[in-house]
C-alpha cells in the first residue's frame, strides 16, 4: 500500500479502509462541498469526483450555492458540480466541513457519512471521521486515502489535490506544511500536475472589479495596541459601488498580516446581510478560540466565523472586545 509514504496520521488507518469499503457498496454518491467553498474542499471533492468517474461510479458534487469561485474552472469536471439535490443517494462525503452546519443543509439521518476534514475544531459528526488537524489541508488527507487505499492518482485528480493544497497552506508557507507534505506534492506533479500551469490559472485571471476594491478595504486598516491588532473592514456600499465579489478582497487579509508589527488580524466582511468574519495570527494566539466564540472554528492560525448582524462596525466592536482580552 504505502511504501515512499509516512502517513502520519491521528487518523486510524482502518478508516480508510472502511471508507473504501462503503464506496465501494454505495449505489450513488453525493460529494459534498462546504458553504463558501474554498480551493481546498472543491480540490478534495473533485479528486475524488474524478475517481469514481474514472471507476464508473455515480455521483455528484453539491455546494448549497451556484456562486462557486470560477478561478478552479480548470479543473476536470468543475462544470458538472451542482447546487441541484440528486433525488437519491446511498452515501455522504463531506469535505473541509469543520461543522455539521457546514454542509448548508440537513442530511437524511439514515444516509452514511463520511468526514473528511482538517480542521482542530471538527466536531467528528461523520459515520466515519477521517479527521487530522496535522495535515496541511483537507487535500493531503484524501491524498493518504488515496495512497492507502492503493488507488490510481490520474491527471485530473493530481490536479486537484495540488490546488487544494497549495491554496490551504498559502502557496506552502504556513508550518502545517512540513516535509511529507512536500513529498505528497511532487508525486502530484510526477502525476502530471502542472505547477506553472496551476499557479497562472489561479493567481493571474484577476476581474478588474478586484483592484476597485482592495484599495477601499485597505483603506479601513485600523491598528490598535501598538499596532499588534488589525482590522479591515468590506461594506456593503463598497461591493455595489465597484461590482467586487466577496472573493475579490480575500487577499487584503494576507497582505495586512505582512506587516511586521501585526500579530493578530480580522477581516470583516458584508455578505448576503451577515458579517463574515476571517482571523489570522502569527502563532501566539489561537484565532480558533476567538471563532468558536462566535460558533466559528478553524485553526490555530487561520480561523472564522460568522456574526449575525448587518452592522459591520457593531461586529467590529464585538471582535476587537475579544481579541484585546490576548493583551489586557
Known amino acids: 500500500m504505502i511504501n515512499d509514504f509516512t502517513l502520519k496520521n491521528q487518523v486510524d488507518t482502518n478508516k480508510f479502509l472502511e471508507a473504501l469499503e462503503l464506496i465501494k457498496k454505495s449505489r450513488y454518491i453525493l460529494l459534498i462541498t462546504h458553504v463558501n467553498p474554498d480551493p481546498d474542499s472543491i480540490g478534495s471533492a473533485l479528486a475524488i469526483s474524478n475517481l469514481l468517474f474514472e471507476n464508473k461510479i455515480k455521483h455528484k458534487v453539491y455546494n448549497i ?31 473541509d466541513c469543520g461543522t455539521y452546519k457546514r454542509l448548508g443543509f440537513e442530511l437524511d439521518k439514515s444516509t452514511p457519512l463520511i468526514n473528511f476534514d482538517h480542521h482542530a475544531s471538527n466536531e467528528n459528526f461523520g459515520d466515519i471521521n477521517i479527521v487530522d488537524p496535522y495535515k496541511s489541508s483537507t487535500a493531503e488527507l484524501v491524498f493518504d486515502f488515496f495512497k492507502y487505499n492503493g488507488l490510481n492518482i490520474s491527471k485530473n485528480s493530481a490536479e486537484a489535490l495540488y490546488v487544494g493544497i497549495y491554496d490551504d497552506t498559502l502557496a506552502f508557507s504556513l508550518p502545517r506544511c512540513d516535509q511529507e507534505t512536500f513529498k505528497k506534492i511532487n508525486f502530484l506533479v510526477e502525476s502530471g500536475a502542472n505547477p506553472s500551469y496551476i499557479t497562472n490559472k489561479l493567481l493571474r485571471r484577476d476581474s478588474l472589479a478586484k483592484y476597485r476594491m482592495i484599495p477601499k478595504v485597505l483603506d479601513s486598516l485600523t491598528l490598535y495596541n501598538e499596532g499588534k491588532i488589525a482590522s479591515i473592514i468590506a461594506i456593503k456600499e463598497w461591493f455595489e459601488q465597484t461590482g467586487a465579489h466577496a472573493r475579490d478582497c480575500e487577499d487584503a487579509l494576507d497582505m495586512i498580516m505582512s506587516i511586521a508589527v501585526v500579530e493578530i488580524a480580522f477581516f470583516i466582511r458584508y455578505i448576503n446581510d451577515k458579517c463574515r468574519v476571517s482571523l489570522r495570527s502569527k502563532g501566539k494566539i489561537n484565532v480558533s478560540k476567538i471563532a468558536s466564540i462566535f460558533d466559528g472554528g478553524g485553526h490555530f492560525n487561520a480561523a472564522g466565523c460568522t456574526i449575525e448582524t448587518n452592522d459591520v462596525e457593531e461586529a467590529k466592536n464585538l471582535l476587537l472586545k475579544e481579541v484585546k482580552k490576548y493583551y489586557a
Open 65 to 95: 450555492s451556484s456562486d462557486l469561485p470560477q478561478s478552479l474552472d480548470f479543473l476536470n469536471r468543475f462544470e458538472k458540480m451542482t447546487n441541484i439535490l440528486p433525488d437519491f443517494f446511498d452515501l455522504a462525503i463531506s469535505f
